[in-house]
């Protein structure tokens, strides 16, 4: 089946890292993502990961990807009020068309 | 490049009525996406549209439907609104195939 989890709320001091963790169920997902989305607004995307990477790093994000586990962890360096949002996870599961299946959201909030 | 764009940004209907919502995407994209995003919860695939067509489809119900322009330019349609259909409409486009996915601002519907 296609679920992907994550938890639901996370609050970091400004200047601290942030972790955000998901786990999802279809191993045969090729693509794996991190969004971000802020009040009112859409989805911006942060970076996204292929399935056989372990790593990707990119300015302050770096994701982590054990495909054994099915786990997917995003962390956020040096932390700041503007980072503050909801944050989703997602993955392609086994289409190839670019249908994504989201987590329910992670809200980070950062205090100064 | 303007990114992706939707129209309206709100909008207000009674139950049982009809609503169209627009999405142009990002330049380039050939394949775009519909998703309905509840309060507080993760987007929920609706419905892919390539070369004009439908091509995947979530479990929503046949009361939404769609369509898609030679331009690539796409529209949601939903009707018979009931009260649970209130949400953020968000597209998304992309390129075929399982890439990066890129989303518009949303239409909020309200639907009283």
């Known amino acids: 089946g296609e679920d992907v989890e994550q938890s639901l709320f996370l609050s970091v001091r400004e200047g601290d890292s942030s972790v955000i963790n998901c786990t999802y169920t279809?191993?045969?997902?090729?693509?794996l993502y991190w969004y971000k989305q802020e009040p009112g607004a859409g989805l911006q995307l942060l970076t996204y990961?292929?399935?056989?990477?372990d790593m990707k790093q990119d300015q302050r994000l770096t994701v982590l990807l054990n495909k054994k586990d099915k786990h997917l962890s995003l962390r956020i360096a040096d932390t700041q009020t503007g980072d503050s949002a909801i944050y989703f996870c997602?993955?392609?599961?086994?289409?190839?068309?670019?249908?994504?299946?989201f987590g329910q959201g992670t809200t980070l909030q950062v205090k100064p | 490049d303007a990114g992706v764009t939707q129209s309206p940004t709100h909008l207000i209907k009674t139950r049982g009525q009809q609503v169209t919502l627009r999405c142009s995407p990002k330049?380039?994209?050939?394949?775009v996406s519909w998703y309905q995003q509840a309060l507080g919860q993760g987007p929920q695939f609706i419905f892919q549209?390539?070369?004009?067509?439908?091509?995947q489809r979530g479990n929503f119900p046949d009361r939404f439907s769609g369509h898609q322009f030679p331009n690539y330019s796409s529209e949601l349609n939903v009707n018979a609104l009931l009260l649970g259909d209130s949400a953020l409409y968000l597209c998304?486009?992309?390129?075929?195939?399982?890439?990066?996915?890129?989303f518009g601002p949303g239409t909020r519907l309200t639907v009283t």
């Open positions: 990961i292929f399935s056989n990477m």
């Open positions: 330049s380039g994209h050939d394949t």
């Open positions: 549209y390539y070369e004009e067509e439908e091509r």
């Open positions: 279809d191993s045969s997902s090729t693509y």
């Open positions: 998304a486009s992309g390129r075929d195939g399982p890439y990066e996915q890129y």
């Open positions: 997602a993955e392609n599961g086994s289409s190839n068309t670019g249908k994504l299946i």
